[in-house]
T-cell receptor
Framework: KQEVTQIPAALSVPEGENLVLNCSFT??????LQWFRQDPGKGLTSLLL?????REQTSGRLNASLDKSSGRSTLYIAASQPGDSATYLC????????FGGGTRLMVKP | DTAVSQTPKYLVTQMGNDKSIKCEQN?????MYWYKQDSKKFLKIMFS???????INETVPNRFSPKSPDKAHLNLHINSLELGDSAVYFC???????????????FGPGTRLTVL
């Protein structure tokens, strides 16, 4: 059964820093990997989806990488801003989405 | 326009009651899902429906019964509510899908259920 782990569970950085969020999964037989953002009391917003045949995807200041062989994905956020404060979730897609526990990010002005 | 909508946003009820949560998507998607997010923020799939047919049913008490009147709707009915049912329930939808493939999922805003 797929297990997805996210490290760290919480992260606090000053504005402007570049940061990396980590996601690991136990079963490499996935279709793709998806990164989401969840704001307090809100739903999930899809940030990036990396197909299993791809190595990375970029959207603005966000870059997500995928290494299926090692069971890892990273989300890189460049020049962090207070508006980036949220919980970031990764999810591996086999026949269904399996979510990690999330990383709570706080970017301080 | 809201892509995936849920009603109600908040639901507070007593133990033992029966309640329903409604979900609608206007994306023309074939597959809809229900997820539960517990107090520790872990999100887990409960059900998946493709073209009104159940394709995924994780280990969920049979007090939970999804109902899909058409492709655009997947409602969640819960009988005999228990304290442990308190959570945020998210609906999602995707194009295509099914048990052997995966397409990007779009989530609703969630319904916060509190059982007293």
């Amino acid at each position: 059964k797929q297990e997805v782990t996210q490290i760290p569970a919480a992260l606090s950085v000053p504005e402007g820093e570049n940061l990396v969020l980590n996601c690991s999964f136990t079963d490499s037989a996935i279709y793709n990997l998806q990164w989401f953002r969840q704001d307090p009391g809100k739903g999930l917003t899809s940030l990036l989806l990396i197909q299993s045949s791809q190595r990375e995807q970029t959207s603005g200041r966000l870059n997500a990488s995928l290494d299926k062989s090692s069971g890892r994905s990273t989300l890189y956020i460049a020049a962090s801003q207070p508006g980036d404060s949220a919980t970031y979730l990764c999810a591996s897609a086999g026949n269904m989405l399996t979510f990690g526990g999330g990383t709570r990010l706080m970017v301080k002005p | 326009d809201t892509a995936v909508s849920q009603t109600p946003k908040y639901l507070v009820t007593q133990m033992g009651n029966d309640k329903s949560i409604k979900c609608e998507q206007n994306l023309g998607h074939d597959t809809m899902y229900w997820y539960k997010q517990d107090s520790k923020k872990f999100l887990k799939i409960m059900f998946s429906y493709n073209n009104k047919e159940l394709i995924i049913n994780e280990t969920v008490p049979n007090r939970f019964s999804p109902k899909s009147p058409d492709k655009a709707h997947l409602n969640l009915h819960i009988n005999s509510l228990e304290l442990g049912d308190s959570a945020v329930y998210f609906c999602a939808s995707s194009r295509g899908g099914g048990a052997s493939s995966y397409n990007e999922q779009f989530f609703g805003p969630g319904t916060r259920l509190t059982v007293l």
